[in-house]
Nanobody, 120 residues
Framework: QVQLVESGGGLVQPGGSLRLSCAAS????????MGWSRQAPGKQRELVAT???????NYADSVKGRFAISKDNANNTVYLQMNSLKPEDTAVYYC??????????????WGQGTQVTVSS
């Protein structure tokens, strides 16, 4: 059974930082691309960061230079370090996994989501 469990969301002031974690079941972690998406109220889900099984990363323009995705193969965990947070980063953040990077946006493997709120 595939499981993705996110943690680390919360309330942070503008300009602050948060680190999200996603623990993945071992059967998918090593061979799959991993990603982080977000969905704000009334908006479509946006894929913000991906990392391939080989460690290559990619970012949406909206977060480039502020967010960093990484993974710990020993602990089957992928992270999203979020710096210089802005109110428009407020959303529910979802971890995902896909056997191919190109199919990340419509994969069947998603976590339950974690809320990030950026507000003073």
């Amino acid at each position: 059974q595939v499981q993705l469990v996110e943690s680390g969301g919360g309330l942070v002031q503008p300009g602050g930082s948060l680190r999200l974690s996603c623990a993945a079941s071992g059967s998918i972690f090593r061979g799959y691309a991993m990603g982080w998406s977000r969905q704000a109220p009334g908006k479509q889900r946006e894929l913000v960061a991906t990392i391939t099984s080989g460690g290559r990363t990619n970012y949406a323009d909206s977060v480039k230079g502020r967010f960093a995705i990484s993974k710990d193969n020993a602990n089957n965990t992928v992270y999203l370090q979020m710096n210089s947070l802005k109110p428009e980063d407020t959303a529910v953040y979802y971890c995902s996994a896909s056997p191919q990077l190109a199919t990340m946006s419509y994969t069947n493997y998603w976590g339950q989501g974690t809320q990030v709120t950026v507000s003073s």
